[in-house]
């Protein structure tokens, strides 16, 4: 039952200088870490395209640009076994096929949610020379063809409809499915004219009028790429 009296202490004239130079380390931290993470021309978002690209071309070397040409497959970044979607974040196999350098583009990937996609790419992005980010490829010719996903008619017979409207919101939903999982490339349209039944890839095509090929062919890509086109 006894009371406790605390007495305050002198104040230690170190604390007042403890604050601003807290501060200090703060912005220069900062601006440090800032400076680091865009410190080449090509990393200005600020600057046209042009600059950015030759900016960045002129830094890389012979490897770099030829890894920028290879396209891996998706069990070679997630242990995958018989599945068709990646499911898990593989770190070991991340590291080795980023361990010489950025690579061009990772195909059969599938991820199962945009998550596991960028956490490939903030590893891509962190942990290679140049920060190159990488694309994810894959099929969508008549719908992303990730589990779950909507599966279209043929190009084929989305070409006899006539109907560029229709094909045109067909693309859109391919797309946004496919942003959905992280993919944000497409394999598709195919814009050959298909005018010989031995190809093996007639079914991948809008038939054999340049016309109809045209008219289908901007309709889906104005569906996939937005109102960009």
């Known amino acids: 039952g006894r009371n406790v009296i605390i007495y305050p202490t002198k104040p230690d004239p170190f604390m007042k200088y403890l604050k601003p130079v807290c501060c200090i380390f703060f912005f220069v931290s900062y601006y440090v870490n800032a400076s680091f993470a865009q410190r080449y021309p090509y990393q200005d978002k600020t600057s046209p395209v042009e600059t950015r690209v030759r900016d960045l071309i002129s830094r890389m070397t012979t490897l770099e640009k030829i890894r920028q040409l290879d396209m ?40 199962v949610s945009a998550e596991l996609a960028n956490k490939v790419q903030q590893y891509a992005v962190k942990h290679t020379r140049l920060g190159i980010p990488v694309m994810f490829i894959e099929e969508g010719l008549h719908g992303y063809s990730g589990r779950g996903s909507t599966s279209f008619p043929i190009s084929l017979a989305l070409a006899a409809t006539w109907d560029t409207a229709m094909v045109q919101q067909i693309g859109h939903a391919i797309a946004t499915e496919s942003r959905a999982h992280g993919t944000d490339m497409i394999l598709g349209p195919l814009l050959g004219v298909a005018r010989d039944p031995r190809w093996g890839r007639m079914e991948e095509t809008f038939g054999e009028d340049t016309h109809l090929v045209s008219e289908i062919g901007l309709a889906m890509v104005k569906g996939l790429q937005g109102g960009d086109v």
């Open 72 to 111: 891996y497959r998706g069990w070679s970044i997630c242990s995958m076994g018989e599945a068709h979607e990646a499911t898990t974040f593989d770190l070991d196999s991340v590291k080795k096929v980023f361990k010489q350098g950025a690579i061009g583009s990772i195909h059969d990937f599938y991820p």
